[in-house]
């Protein structure tokens, strides 16, 4: 008999609302009580509930039915006021998954959607319902909104995404290459950079740019910095990072937003390894998240951790904390670029510098001393333990502050000699006080992982000129947690 696709009627409602409750038992239970959804249920999709949905001229319903059962289905909703066509349901029971029928309802979905002229779909996803996200994704939804949703007592992140009708997908408009472990990733980063600066003005100028970058070196008291003077950064630098502008400005990461010559390699069905326009190294990559999604390190540590191995020691993997330099907190994202650029990656190798904390398999965490600023080293030859190891020294941190975010921090991953290296900066604040002074006292600096490593951006040239030891040793310790609450944690670890 096969797959049928049919409007919905009304002696489906029993049908529909048992196809709700064992989908949201199957993709939500895991991280949302089932208590909650029950409530949630209880109040939503009561028959009289239904039965108004069913009698709403606005809100379409489709069947799906495989070997005469009733498999799952879809609903649409057109939002007047936002001119909108969404899909608030679209559910299968598990036993019909991965069979085909969902693709087939979003085909008649989209057929539909089309007919009555809408040019977008629209369509939400919880950030951990996994599977449903990657069919959307295979699909062609982009996710580019992030925002709470409340089922009973619990808050989980969900997703909001929508897909140009009868048009190439986004992500195949800026699907360059696509990794697939045939070629290495340093050998496609070098061709896409090459062809991106031929195909795109703004990046090459921005490569044409770094030519002419000044630098100066300073030796600080026990440790090195170089000062780089590069004007281009200053939009980076001066990036409005509070909560109201990450709202209402258009996301520079999201894939809708991207330059139109702009493109680049998918990675691990995730990510979008990209050229950064405003570089700052010779070869200068984002690797950003295909959805618009916080940024945060715990649970992202394992892709950047599989990212430092598969590009080898000749490239390093950096992370900007979202308080502490993320020029896109709301949206998850790294950089990449050559290993062997900052003062700080030659320092840490000495050992009379490194104080072991914890035996970690392969090597250790150790607490660094003398660089001016609070920095930790954690290396092992297990990308698990090293993983876990990071995120448990998060955690004491966490307690150690009382705070429930992520704690302030910028990550450099090294992949030397077999390990794994993580070289790590302990904040207390993103920018120092200067930053905010008017006139002749402003300086802009706005420390980031680059800064903390060693080499300090200042778009300014006032700011280049004048920098000393002093400025800087003293700008390192306003931006530093203090030492004392680093022991507090080194303990909590012991
Ligand atoms: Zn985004």
């Given amino acids: 008999m096969g797959i049928i696709i049919r409007a919905w009627q009304k002696s489906d409602l029993t049908s529909i609302r048992n196809i709700t409750w064992q989908?949201?038992?199957?993709?939500?239970?895991s991280f949302i009580p089932e208590s909650d959804l029950k409530s949630y249920f209880d109040i939503h999709y009561t028959e009289v509930a239904l039965h108004h949905m069913l009698d709403d001229p606005f809100m379409y319903g489709f069947i799906g039915e495989m070997d005469g059962h009733i498999a799952g289905y879809a609903r649409l909703f057109f939002n007047q006021g936002e001119n909108r066509l969404y899909i608030p349901s679209f559910?299968?029971?598990?036993?019909?998954?991965g069979q085909g029928i969902g693709t087939m309802l979003m085909e008649s979905v989209e057929a539909f959607a089309i007919k009555k002229g809408a040019p977008e779909l629209w369509i939400g996803v919880m950030l951990k319902n996994k599977k449903a996200l990657n069919l959307y994704r295979k699909v062609g939804f982009l996710f580019v909104r992030e925002e709470p949703f409340t089922m009973g007592k619990t808050t989980v992140s969900h997703l909001i995404g929508y897909k140009k009708l009868g048009k190439n997908t986004f992500l195949n408009e800026k699907s360059y290459a696509i990794y697939d472990e045939r070629r290495s990733l340093p050998e496609l980063y070098?061709?896409?950079l090459s062809n991106q600066k031929k195909d795109w003005h703004e990046l090459r100028e921005g490569y044409e740019s770094l030519k002419h970058t000044r630098e100066r070196a300073l030796?600080?008291?026990?440790?090195?910095?170089?000062l780089q003077y590069n004007p281009r950064r200053i939009k980076s630098s001066m990036a409005e990072v509070d909560k109201k502008n990450m709202t209402e400005r258009q996301c520079f990461l999201c894939l809708d937003h991207l330059p139109q010559s702009q493109q680049g390699i998918l990675y691990r069905n995730d990510y979008l390894i990209l050229c950064n326009p405003m570089p700052v190294f010779s070869a200068h990559f984002t690797i950003s998240h295909l959805d618009h999604r916080h940024q945060e390190i715990d649970e992202s540590i394992d892709t950047f951790l599989a990212l430092m191995e598969e590009l080898g020691p000749s490239w390093m993997v950096l992370y900007n904390g979202p308080r502490c330099g993320a020029s896109a907190p709301d949206h998850l994202h790294f950089q990449t670029a050559p290993s062997g650029q900052m003062p700080i990656e030659k320092e840490i190798q000495e050992e009379k510098r490194l104080t072991l904390m914890t035996q970690v398999d392969g090597g250790g965490l150790y607490h660094a001393k003398k660089l001016g600023r609070e920095v930790i080293l954690l290396e092992g030859d297990d990308p698990s333990i090293v993983g876990s190891a990071f995120k448990g020294f998060l955690n004491g941190l966490k307690m150690v502050l009382h705070?429930?975010?992520?704690?302030?921090?910028?990550?450099?991953?090294?992949?030397?000699?077999?390990?794994?290296?993580?070289?790590?900066?302990?904040?207390?604040?993103?920018r120092p006080n200067a930053f905010f002074k008017e006139g002749d006292e402003r300086m802009v600096v706005s420390p980031g992982v680059i800064d903390m490593g060693g080499l300090l951006i200042t778009p300014v040239e006032r700011d280049f000129n004048r920098l000393d030891t002093l400025a800087v040793e003293s700008i390192y310790r306003e931006v530093s947690l203090e030492g004392e609450v680093v022991k507090k944690v080194i303990d909590t670890m012991g």
Avoid at 219 to 226: I, P
Avoid at 405 to 412: A, F, L, S, Y
Avoid at 417 to 424: A, G, I, Q, Y
């Fill in 23 to 29: 989908s949201w038992i199957s993709a939500y239970s």
């Fill in 190 to 192: 070098i061709e896409l």
């Fill in 219 to 226: 030796s600080c008291r026990g440790f090195n910095v170089r």
């Fill in 91 to 97: 559910y299968f029971l598990p036993e019909f998954q």
């Fill in 403 to 430: 705070i429930d975010e992520e704690p302030m921090v910028n990550v450099i991953g090294l992949y030397q000699e077999n390990k794994w290296r993580l070289v790590f900066f302990l904040r207390r604040k993103h």
